[in-house]
């Protein structure tokens, strides 16, 4: 069971350029979420969807674009990358009940510069 | 809206010795809460999860706890080790449809041999 996997592990952008951060996960969450943790600081959201074909903002949405056209895939796009869009990005994936936790992925680490 | 404190930001303690990690958080109306260790340049790893109706959890040396009505959680480490060095992240879930997580900032940990 894989669980949640997030692509690419590294990434450098030049500013400017876009690139998406693949997530896919095989719990059959419907629950997805993508947060960014800066360096010290705790994560924050910046989309989420709890279901296929639904997705909404979170705390930071601006800059980013999600979508989800399946239960497993909630790719998150970066369009026109800002240095401040360094950061760790954790996807993440639940039941949507609050019986149960969340499972994270491993991150993907993006530099902007 | 929600905010989550954890206090402090960074504690260094000789092994064996029990020690207390401190979460407060600003709203009262939440469905559980949660704390994560996170290792350097890793994802974050669950430990204990309080639904808002209990007062605490255990597992293993860790002992959480949970009044919702003081907005305050502690997280208990009996017979700190070396590998308990990490940072923990406390984080609790709003009511709510989208079922968000709201993050501290962390605590991080390090235990001398």
């Known amino acids: 069971n894989a669980g949640v996997t997030q692509t690419p592990k590294f990434r450098i952008l030049k500013i400017g350029q876009s690139m998406t951060l693949q997530c896919t996960q095989d719990?059959?969450?419907?629950?997805m979420y993508w947060y960014r943790q800066d360096p010290g600081m705790g994560l924050k959201l910046i989309y989420y969807?709890?279901?296929?074909?639904?997705?909404d903002k979170g705390e930071v949405p601006n800059g980013y674009n999600v979508s989800r056209s399946t239960t497993e895939d909630f790719p998150l796009r970066l369009e026109l990358a800002a240095p401040s869009q360094t950061s760790v990005y954790f996807c993440?994936?639940?039941?949507?009940?609050?019986?149960?936790?969340?499972?994270f992925g491993s991150g993907t680490r993006l530099t902007v510069v | 809206k929600q905010e989550v404190t954890q206090i402090p930001a960074a504690l260094s303690v000789p092994e064996g010795e029990n020690l207390v990690l401190n979460c407060s958080f600003t709203?009262?109306?939440?469905?559980?809460l949660q704390w994560f260790r996170q290792d350097p340049g890793k994802g974050l790893t669950s430990l204990l999860l309080?639904?808002?109706?209990?007062r605490e959890q255990t597992s293993g040396r860790l002992n959480a706890s949970l009044d919702k009505s003081s907005g305050r959680s502690t997280l208990y480490i009996a017979a700190s080790q070396p590998g308990d060095s990490a940072t923990y992240l406390c984080?609790?879930?709003?009511?709510?449809?989208?079922?968000?997580?709201?993050f501290g900032s962390g605590t991080q940990l390090t235990v001398l041999p």
């Open positions: 993440a994936s639940s039941y949507g009940d609050p019986n149960y936790g969340y499972t």
């Open positions: 719990m059959n969450h419907n629950y």
């Open positions: 969807s709890v279901g296929a074909g639904i997705t």
């Open positions: 709203d009262s109306a939440i469905y559980n």
């Open positions: 309080i639904q808002s109706s209990q």
């Open positions: 984080a609790v879930m709003r009511s709510g449809s989208a079922r968000q997580l709201t």
